[in-house]
């Protein structure tokens, strides 16, 4: 059973920066974690829960996705030799307060849904105010 679990949210000045974490924990099966796929979702109260950034590892190297709104100001890594995923938010904006969750699948190359996704942390919450 695999277990996520994000840390780093809190309270962010617009036009500052933030990164949070999430570490991927569990039995595996033998499967290595840079073989799953890692996502961050955010949701607000009353909406639904949506992608905004993905991270895969195939055999033609590390992909890297992001949801239209926030390409440019969002960047997800990855250090497998510590099996964390981070979300780093650049310049982050009001529209960006949330709960932001970490999601895995062994797909290696999923579709961004969150049903697509069978593992998920607790979420930490982002609040951009000044």
């Known amino acids: 059973q695999v277990r996520l679990t994000e840390s780093g949210g809190g309270l962010v000045q617009p036009g500052g920066i933030l990164r949070i974490s999430c570490v991927f924990d569990?039995?595996?099966?033998?499967?290595?974690?840079?073989?799953?796929?890692m996502a961050w979702f955010r949701q607000t109260p009353g909406s639904e829960r949506e992608f905004v950034a993905g991270?895969?590892?195939?055999?033609?190297?590390?992909?890297?996705y992001y949801e239209d709104s926030v390409r440019g100001r969002f960047t997800i890594s990855r250090d497998n030799a510590k099996n964390t995923v981070y979300l780093q938010i650049l310049n982050p904006q009001p529209e960006d307060t949330a709960v932001y969750y970490c999601?895995?699948?062994?797909?290696?190359?999923?579709?961004?849904?969150?049903?697509?996704?069978?593992?998920w942390g607790q979420g930490t919450q982002v609040t951009v105010s000044s």
């Open positions: 999601a895995t699948t062994p797909d290696p190359s999923p579709k961004w849904y969150a049903s697509s996704f069978t593992s």
């Open positions: 991270t895969t590892t195939t055999s033609r190297g590390t992909g890297k």
């Open positions: 569990g039995r595996t099966d033998g499967r290595a974690f840079s073989t799953y796929a």
